[in-house]
């Protein structure tokens, strides 16, 4: 039996992704990575197609960056493939010790993203790991808050990107996303 390739892994991971119409509000059709996170294939597959991007991409990073929270699903997985080290961004008050912030825009409002600032070295490399792109603002925020501390962005990762909310044209540096609707 043959390798499966990275084409039908993807495939089989996108198939699983779950679609939810008119969430979490009316006229929203909600693409939910948890329908693939339960299915112990799409899982390995997932896993495998993110670690390969990394070793190809961006084989320079020395920490991966995980965004509060479905960010956390991936980052300590993909350090663990990679021999690297991983941290958390998180939202505001959820980090003990000396921690730096950003606060961005939504749609609904704005938020407050915080890292701690002994968590990335200043000249370290980053991938900045998530598992949507839509509007960008999320990232736009990580990828200060690595700045801020000295730490260098080599990409942001994301598992899907909703292409029509232009999110990637506000990122000023390598993004790439395994699945685009």
Do not use: W
Request: charged share 25%; proline share 3%; with cysteine.
């Amino acid at each position: 039996m043959s390798p499966i390739s990275a084409e039908d892994k993807l495939d089989y991971v996108k198939s699983k992704i779950g679609e939810y119409k008119n969430f979490p509000k009316e006229g929203i059709l909600f693409r939910d990575i948890f329908g693939a996170l339960t299915d112990a294939k799409a899982c390995v597959y997932l896993r495998d197609l993110l670690v390969e991007h990394i070793r190809q991409s961006a084989p320079e990073a020395e920490i991966i960056v995980g965004l509060d929270s479905r960010g956390f699903l991936f980052n300590l997985l993909l350090a663990t493939e990679l021999g690297l080290g991983c941290a958390p961004i998180r939202k505001k008050g959820k980090l003990a010790g000396e921690v730096v912030s950003v606060e961005y825009k939504l749609e609904y409002g704005s938020d407050t993203f915080e890292l701690q600032r002994s968590a990335i070295q200043p000249g370290q490399k980053v991938v900045i790991v998530d598992d949507l792109l839509a509007t960008g603002g999320s990232l736009v925020a990580a990828s200060e808050l690595v700045r801020k501390v000295g730490g260098v962005v080599v990409e942001s990762l994301v598992v899907m990107e909703l292409v029509g909310l232009e999110g990637r044209k506000r990122l000023d540096g390598k993004v790439h996303s395994l699945i685009k609707y």
